[in-house]
């Protein structure tokens, strides 16, 4: 398969890159990279598909939202951060819809927790608003697309980077091993917690 890759440069994307490449044409993709694109500008999105025809799947994991004190935040910084991670990956899926080939299939990058996260509000809009699109999405996907999304919650080696301790996260290995099964087994509408 053909696998367009966005944000394969993050602890995330490195391993689901090296978890795919193996049997997989992967087409990474970046702000800065070779091939270029930016979730929150449309016309980029659009040029990715005209640059990377003809693609198998696309996998997001370049969404990211930031902690913000609910009652401090301002409506522009909580509207940017909705906009990044939720209705970008959005944007990318709808324009992936309209260029994948049959059977095709769109992984998107969630989040969860098991309890309320100090300062996760915004968090856990995007998050329920991810999970909620994807399982309506599928029932309106033509030509046997699928779509998901993964929601690993704390990676095990990204709380280690933060000299936090590890045990509490998810080791970032069996994370790709969700968006492999992801892109390569027949899930539809699912919100996948490696």
Not at 53 to 66: E, H, K, L, Q, R
Not at 158 to 170: F, I, N, Q, V
Request: aromatic share 4%.
């Amino acid at each position: 398969m053909k696998v367009i890759m966005i944000g394969a440069s993050g602890t995330v994307g490195r391993a689901v890159e090296a978890a795919l490449s193996p049997r997989h044409e992967v087409v990474a993709a970046s702000r800065r990279g070779p091939v270029q694109v930016d979730l929150e500008d449309g016309t980029s999105l659009d040029a990715l598909f005209e640059t990377v025809p003809d693609a198998d799947a696309v996998v997001c994991c370049a969404a990211s939202g930031p902690l913000v004190r609910l009652e401090t935040v301002t409506d522009e910084e909580f509207a940017a951060g909705i906009s990044g991670k939720l209705l970008g990956q959005v944007a990318l899926a709808r324009r992936a819809l309209r260029h994948l080939r049959d059977g095709g299939s769109v992984t998107l990058t969630g989040g969860t927790f098991a309890a309320p996260l100090p300062d996760g509000s915004l968090g856990a809009l995007v998050n329920a608003g991810l999970e909620g699109f994807v399982r309506n999405a599928a029932s309106e996907l033509p030509r046997g697309l699928r779509i998901n999304v993964i929601a690993p919650g704390w990676i095990k080696e990204t709380l280690e980077g933060m000299g936090l301790d590890g045990a509490g996260g998810t080791p970032v290995a069996e994370v790709a091993r969700a968006y492999v099964s992801a892109v390569e087994g027949t899930a539809q509408g699912r919100t996948i917690v490696p």
